[in-house]
């Protein structure tokens, strides 16, 4: 059975062997693993390169999307012969950096306004708001974390595919993005990442781990469902 969140070595072990053993796969797996980070997933639609919607789970979320500074409303490619793809569906995790969540904070307590728990309860909030002049006044900031619907882009890996959305001018945690080869090397680097975890400049909830080939995710998708070989390694 498909673990979604996992919370020791052992589990991971063991999530790897389901992988394998489904897939008759007795080589090692590449993994492509980032810092997971507490925020809101928000899943963008493009059209001819230009933003026509964002969506979270409580529904559309567009206008407040649009005020944040890093997102491109349209996709101004880092290179001249990179093409635009007709149709491109982004997901990406909108959250806020730790410092800015507490400048936020002070700023209510100063207005008297309530405070918020946590940096994703504020990013909530600020997606939810209706008027785009507070939401263009709160810190927030996102990186993508894949795609849903790819028309066009050249990629048979996840990390193939983040350099294409990166190429595309979207934001991917590009330092904090690796490829692991199998399962050893991916718990060690989950034990680095978990040993430095307070230098980030956010929050860190685990260790997002995915399996990087594009074609064997959807060959599990046919029999596990939407996670597709992913998993949240809590720490």
């Given at each position: ?17 389901e ?7 007795p080589?090692e ?19 001819e ?19 944040i ?14 093409s ?5 569906e ?14 936020f904070?002070?700023e ?10 946590d940096?994703?309860?504020a ?5 939810y ?10 810190p927030?900031n996102?990186?993508?974390s ?8 050249p ?37 680095r990442?978990?040993?430095e ?39």
């Amino acid at each position: 059975m498909m673990i979604s969140e996992i919370f020791n070595e052992q589990d991971l072990l063991i999530f790897d062997q389901e992988i394998r053993a489904f897939l008759e796969e007795p080589a090692e797996l590449q993994y492509v693993v980032e810092s997971s980070i507490p925020g809101v997933e928000v899943l963008l639609s493009y059209e001819e390169g230009a933003l026509k919607s964002a969506t979270a789970q409580r529904g559309l979320v567009t206008t407040s999307v649009k005020t944040i500074l890093t997102l491109p409303l349209t996709f101004v490619p880092l290179r001249k012969e990179s093409s635009v793809p007709d149709y491109l569906e982004v997901r990406a995790d909108v959250y806020m950096e730790d410092a800015a969540f507490e400048r936020f904070n002070q700023e209510r307590r100063e207005k008297n306004l309530p405070a918020f728990c946590d940096p994703r309860e504020a990013v909530e909030d600020s997606l939810y708001q209706t008027d785009a002049r507070i939401s263009v006044k709160r810190p927030l900031n996102y990186f993508c974390s894949g795609s849903a619907k790819r028309a066009g882009l050249p990629a048979v890996t996840h990390y193939e595919l983040m350099l294409a959305l990166q190429e595309l001018g979207l934001r991917v945690n590009r330092p904090h993005l690796q490829v692991k080869n199998g399962i050893h090397e991916l718990i060690d680097h989950c034990r680095r990442l978990q040993a430095e975890k307070g230098d980030f400049p956010y929050s860190v909830q685990g260790a997002l781990i995915r399996l990087n080939s594009l074609e064997l995710q959807a060959k599990l998708g046919q029999s596990w469902g939407n996670q597709k070989g992913k998993v949240l390694f809590r720490f």
